[in-house]
Each structure stands twice: as structure tokens, then as C-alpha cells.
């Protein structure tokens, strides 16, 4: 991922206050090192944002023997106080996406009222949290193509003559393959190969269900953003 671009992407999502503030950002992560490197595979996204000054949440960042281990696995009334205090919620995609959708789990976490920005395209599929009215997600080295290119989320993105921008060094993975005319987002991004035109980026007001018949309701400001690649093309991978 180009840094640069990946943080002002993050940053511009909801319109966070500026760092002088301290505004807080809960990174929710299951902290794999699938690379064996002794750090989790994802500490580059939070230390941008910390070195911009803004505060971040990260339990379990240590690894397994560190405190607040896959502390978001289960959710109690306790962990949900904690999420809305936030002024951002960040789910990492480094997760496994089938422990965070039993039983009631997706309607907690689609009901949390802070903003949520969701990495992981696992987790947005009608088998989880029902974003997308789809079970598949596609890999991709393609540019980024702005659907709304006049919209803030670009404001200090080159874009080139065709609106797009080149984001990704390895393989990441953003939307089903056909964006979806039916759905209750705001489409801000998609990938820009031909005739490949998964969804990149989207935003859901809050209150909106996502798609008709999810029965799955935004409880906050919402944007699935694709972002975190693999460590191995074409292999599992964790959010770097």
C-alpha cells in the first residue's frame, strides 16, 4: 500500500478532528504475524496514524501474551460502551472474519453508533455483516479508479487524466465483481481493470439497511474501504 495515500484516505473518512485534539481510533485486530517477524502483521497502519498524532487503540498488539488478546472476538453491553466512545473504529483485516459472525455478532457490531470503517472485504458478505449482498471477494494489483473523484475522501490524491491512482505493490482484496445498483451505498471507489469493477470504496449513512432484505442497519457512519495486502500473493494474509 502507498502510505501516504492510505493514510489520507483514513483520514478524511469521518472527518476526524485534527491530531491536536487526540482523537481516538479503537483498531480492532486479531494481531496475527504471519510473516514470524515478532510484530503483528498490521502495526504499520497504527503507527501512521500515531505518528500523526492521533490516538490509538490497539489490544493485543503485543501478540498472544500480550494484554486484550482477540479482546473484540465476543462482545458484551461493557465492549460496546467502549467501541461508541470512540471517535473512529477501524476493523483490521488482520482477522479471522468466521469469529465475528456468530449469532448476534453482526447485529452488535452493524448497531455500534461510532463511525466504523471496515478493512476486511471477508466480513462485509451476506454470510457476515451484510454489507454487500454477496459471498465473493477478488484480488487485485489494480489502480484505484475514483467513481466521485470531486468528493473530500481525494482531497491530496493525485489522481491521473482517468481519475485513478496506484495504491497497491502486492495483492489486496476489494469487492464482488459487479458493483451492486441495488445497494444503499455511496460508491466512492472501485478498481479500475476492464470489466472488473468490484467495489473499493463505499460509505452507508447511518440508519440506512444496507440492501433490501439484509435486515442489517447501520448504526453509525459506515465506509468499507479494501485495504491491508498479503504477505504472500494468492495466500493468506493479515493487513499489512
Same mark, same amino acid.
Given at each position: 500500500?502507498?502510505?501516504?495515500?492510505i493514510?489520507?484516505?483514513?483520514?478524511f473518512?469521518?472527518?476526524?478532528?485534527?491530531?491536536?485534539?487526540?482523537?481516538?481510533?479503537m483498531?480492532?485486530?486479531?494481531?496475527?504475524?504471519?510473516?514470524?517477524?515478532?510484530?503483528?502483521?498490521d502495526?504499520?497502519?497504527?503507527?501512521?496514524l500515531?505518528?500523526?498524532?492521533y490516538t490509538?487503540?490497539?489490544?493485543?498488539?503485543?501478540?498472544?501474551?500480550?494484554?486484550?488478546?482477540?479482546?473484540?472476538?465476543?462482545?458484551?453491553a461493557?465492549?460496546i460502551?467502549?467501541?461508541n466512545?470512540?471517535d473512529?473504529?477501524? /476493523? %483490521?483485516?488482520?482477522?479471522?472474519?468466521?469469529?465475528?459472525? &456468530? =449469532? *448476534?455478532e453482526?447485529t452488535?457490531?452493524?448497531?455500534?453508533t461510532?463511525?466504523?470503517?471496515?478493512q476486511?472485504?471477508?466480513?462485509?458478505?451476506?454470510?457476515?455483516?451484510?454489507?454487500l449482498?454477496?459471498?465473493s471477494?477478488?484480488?487485485?494489483?489494480?489502480n484505484?479508479?475514483?467513481?466521485?473523484?470531486?468528493?473530500?475522501?481525494f482531497?491530496?490524491?493525485?489522481?491521473?487524466?482517468s481519475?485513478? /491512482? %496506484?495504491?497497491v505493490?502486492?495483492?489486496t482484496?476489494?469487492? &464482488? =465483481? *459487479?458493483?451492486?445498483?441495488?445497494?444503499n451505498?455511496t460508491l466512492?471507489?472501485?478498481?479500475?481493470?476492464?470489466?472488473?469493477?468490484?467495489?473499493?470504496?463505499?460509505?452507508?449513512?447511518?440508519?440506512?439497511?444496507?440492501?433490501?432484505?439484509?435486515a442489517?442497519y447501520?448504526?453509525?457512519?459506515?465506509?468499507?474501504?479494501?485495504a491491508?495486502?498479503?504477505?504472500v500473493?494468492?495466500?493468506?494474509?493479515?493487513?499489512?
Amino acid at each position: 500500500m502507498c502510505k501516504k495515500a492510505i493514510f489520507m484516505l483514513l483520514a478524511f473518512t469521518f472527518a476526524l478532528a485534527a491530531p491536536a485534539h487526540a482523537a481516538t481510533i479503537m483498531w480492532v485486530s486479531d494481531a496475527y504475524d504471519d510473516d514470524t517477524n515478532t510484530v503483528t502483521d498490521d502495526l504499520g497502519f497504527v503507527q501512521l496514524l500515531r505518528d500523526q498524532g492521533y490516538t490509538v487503540d490497539y489490544r493485543g498488539e503485543g501478540g498472544a501474551a500480550s494484554a486484550g488478546y482477540r479482546y473484540w472476538r465476543t462482545l458484551d453491553a461493557g465492549k460496546i460502551a467502549e467501541l461508541n466512545a470512540a471517535d473512529l473504529i477501524i /476493523v %483490521s483485516r488482520n482477522l479471522n472474519s468466521g469469529d465475528y459472525d &456468530d =449469532g *448476534t455478532e453482526p447485529t452488535q457490531w452493524n448497531g455500534v453508533t461510532a463511525p466504523l470503517l471496515l478493512q476486511p472485504p471477508f466480513v462485509y458478505r451476506n454470510t457476515h455483516w451484510k454489507w454487500l449482498n454477496t459471498t465473493s471477494t477478488a484480488n487485485t494489483t489494480d489502480n484505484l479508479l475514483a467513481v466521485l473523484p470531486a468528493h473530500p475522501i481525494f482531497n491530496g490524491v493525485t489522481l491521473n487524466a482517468s481519475n485513478q /491512482v %496506484s495504491i497497491v505493490n502486492v495483492n489486496t482484496s476489494v469487492g &464482488d =465483481g *459487479t458493483v451492486d445498483p441495488t445497494n444503499n451505498y455511496t460508491l466512492l471507489a472501485t478498481r479500475a481493470g476492464a470489466g472488473a469493477d468490484g467495489v473499493w470504496i463505499a460509505t452507508w449513512e447511518a440508519g440506512v439497511e444496507f440492501y433490501p432484505g439484509a435486515a442489517q442497519y447501520a448504526g453509525g457512519p459506515r465506509m468499507y474501504f479494501a485495504a491491508g495486502a498479503q504477505d504472500v500473493a494468492g495466500s493468506v494474509g493479515r493487513g499489512l
